[in-house]
């Protein structure tokens, strides 16, 4: 149990044009999500925390205008990166918390991440 | 500021041997701690959950400590194998179920 997919996992762009990623918790409800976005050699950094039926909470320093994100339901957050410029080209991750019913054992399961090239 | 440290450099051992990793953190309390493995070009896979009041935990080939008075966990694999090879990330949680990742350390396991 527990996998969540993303789509695409793959997706090249031109410079000014919008790209939406999906998440997707495929065999349990998730009503937080997350996404990171990841570098090079560099460790995950937390984006934002989508929550479903509610506006998403960012990051210090992360732009929400241009990182759209949308929960509209309990399986299913999106990441809409709008006006996509070269320096947005990354690995996103999005990730589904699950509570296991146990404190301090929930988690985050993370989807296979979708690299973006802007050219 | 709140720092996690991994080793950056890479672990070379040889297969067989037991696999140590370091997770070092500071200006933190965190309520549990959390081990992920990330292949290149994939998502992290969750590992092992140890929570603060817990000092030890197993699964199968892997076991993870957790010193909240050294603020230091470490995770080790036993055994080790080939297909061990990955980099692993720590990760602590605080508030809002968030997630702080360290660096990761990147393992090989040669034959």
């Known amino acids: 149990g527990a996998v969540v997919s993303q789509h695409p996992s793959r997706v090249i762009c031109k410079s000014g044009t919008s790209v939406k990623i999906e998440c997707r918790s495929l065999d349990f409800q998730a009503t937080t999500m997350f996404w990171y976005r990841q570098f090079p050699k560099q460790s995950l950094m937390l984006m934002a925390t989508?929550?479903?039926?509610?506006?998403?909470?960012?990051e210090q320093g992360v732009e929400k205008d241009k990182f759209l994100i949308n929960h509209a339901s309990l399986t299913l957050s999106t990441l809409t990166v709008t006006s996509a410029h070269p320096e947005d080209s990354s690995f996103y991750i999005c990730?589904?918390?699950?509570?296991?019913?146990?404190?301090?054992?929930?988690?985050?399961?993370f989807g296979p991440g979708t690299r973006l090239t802007v050219l | 500021s709140q720092k996690i440290e991994q080793n950056s450099e890479a672990l070379n051992i040889q297969e067989g041997k037991t696999a140590t990793l370091t997770c070092n953190y500071t200006n933190y309390s965190p309520a549990y701690l959390q081990w992920y493995r990330q292949d290149p070009g994939r998502g992290p896979v969750f590992l092992l959950l140890i929570r603060e009041n817990e000092k030890e935990k197993r699964k199968e080939r892997l076991k993870v400590t957790f010193d909240t008075t050294l603020k230091q966990s470490l995770f080790h694999i036993t055994a080790s194998q080939p297909a061990d090879s990955a980099t692993y990330l720590c990760a602590l949680a605080g508030g809002g179920n968030k997630l702080t990742f360290g660096t990761g350390t990147q393992l090989k396991v040669e034959l």
């Open positions: 990730s589904a918390f699950r509570t296991s019913g146990e404190r301090g054992s929930d988690t985050q399961y």
């Open positions: 989508s929550n479903e039926g509610s506006k998403a909470t960012y």
